[in-house]
Structure formats: structure tokens, C-alpha cells
T-cell receptor, first 116, second 113 residues
């Protein structure tokens, strides 16, 4: 079946511009995560959505970052007034359930964001 | 606090050698889950395995095997007879009593022909 998809795959933007990154999770997966991975680094948690519950935004690095998930499916991560330090690969993952179950995450291919 | 440590930043081996990737975790949760992911040069993380804290049985899948030891808080990953296609960054991850996954910093494995 179809995996997690993300678009665009690459995005180059000028400092100060806004960008929108899209994630389409696996159908039926209620939990959705956004991570950021800087070059050669591990994964930094950004935000978590579970069904219709309020998202956990505790990982968002600043108020320039926001995310929404419409209809419990597609999610959009928005970065306003981009800065060079925002350059990274943004990864989206989904899993079949959230809560306290230990369900594996399935990752999308990521969006590589470059801020010039 | 929860933590995952992958002390090996980079490992290089010659093809057909066996290699073990170390993962040490910290958690106060009695129920937790451990994972390994592979990130090949293409960039997409691929799920390899999940272990539950209440199941210490080791697992073997082809050339891959995993050794889970609660006594040492370790969940090590061994590749037998490594191949060039095994070259990737490997991440160990932990999920405890919340929905957050804690990832290690990854181990870059280079398998040389």
C-alpha cells in the first residue's frame, strides 16, 4: 500500500519568506509526527497529532513554526519568516495508534529545506 | 528522563565482516518499546524492528539480529556478513509511557567492498 508522502521533496527559499510543507500519512493512521533533522544529526521532535485531540506542540522551536492537520489526515507544517537556521530535512511519520502503545512509526521521504 | 545513547558515531567494516551497533537507553517507565531504523543515503528512514520491554527474547531476521538486555539497558544490533547495501545511518529509538519517541544520534555504518 501507499506509504507516507511528503511534498515538496526539495524547497529553496529566501530568508524571510514563508514556506509550507505537506505530509500525507498512511491511510488509517491516527498518529502523525513532524521531526527536523539537521545535516548529520539525529531527529528533533517538533509536533504530534493524535486523532482529533489537541496537538502536542512542545517541540516547535519558535512561534514562527505552526502546523495543522485537517480531517485527521493531511498535515501542513508552516514556517514563517524563514531563517537560515531553519535549513534542514523535515520528516513526517505516522503510526497506527497513539496513546501509550508502542507502535512503530513509518516515515516519509522528507522535505529538504534550504534557506538562502 | 528518557535517553538513548549510540556511542559509535561511525563504523567502517570490510564486506562480509560482522558488525554490532550499540544502543543504550534510559527510562524509568516499566513498559517501554525499543526500535531500530535504517536511513540509507536516499534519506528515508526504514523501520527494522520493535521490541517490547516485557519481551527480552532476541530476534533474528536473515543477516540481522538484535540482542535486548534489560539488565544492561541495551538493545544492540548485529549485522552478520555485512554487505555494501548495509551502508546507512542506523538509529535506535525508545518510546516509554508517552507518545514521544526518543531517538539516538545514529551510527553511520560504511561497508567497504
Amino acid at each position: 500500500g501507499a506509504g507516507v508522502s511528503q511534498s515538496p521533496s526539495n524547497k529553496v527559499t529566501e530568508k524571510g519568506k514563508d514556506v509550507e510543507l505537506r505530509c500525507d500519512p498512511i491511510s488509517g493512521h491516527t498518529a502523525l509526527y513532524w521531526y527536523r533533522q539537521s545535516l548529520g544529526q539525529g531527529l528533533e521532535f517538533l509536533i504530534y497529532f493524535q486523532g482529533n485531540s489537541a496537538p502536542d506542540k512542545s517541540g516547535l522551536p519558535s512561534d514562527r513554526f505552526s502546523a495543522e492537520r485537517t480531517g485527521g489526515s493531511v498535515s501542513t507544517l508552516t514556517i514563517q519568516r524563514t531563517q537560515q537556521e531553519d535549513s534542514a530535512v523535515y520528516l513526517c511519520a505516522s503510526s497506527s495508534r497513539g496513546g501509550t502503545g508502542g507502535y512503530e512509526q513509518y516515515f516519509g521521504p522528507g522535505t529538504r529545506l534550504t534557506v538562502t | 528522563a528518557q535517553k538513548v545513547t549510540q556511542a559509535q558515531t561511525e563504523i567502517s567494516v570490510v564486506e562480509k565482516e560482522d558488525v554490532t551497533l550499540d544502543c543504550v537507553y534510559e527510562t524509568r517507565d516499566t513498559t517501554y518499546y525499543l526500535f531500530w531504523y535504517k536511513q540509507p543515503p536516499s534519506g528515508e528512514l526504514v523501520f527494522l524492528i520493535r521490541r517490547n520491554s516485557f519481551d527480552e527474547q532476541n530476534e533474528i531476521s536473515g543477516r540481522y539480529s538484535w540482542n535486548f538486555q534489560k539488565s544492561t539497558s541495551s538493545f544492540n544490533f548485529t549485522i552478520t556478513a555485512s554487505q555494501v547495501v548495509d551502508s546507512a545511518v542506523y538509529f535506535c529509538a525508545l518510546r516509554g509511557g508517552t507518545y514521544k519517541y526518543i531517538f539516538g544520534t545514529g551510527t553511520r555504518l560504511k561497508v567497504l567492498a
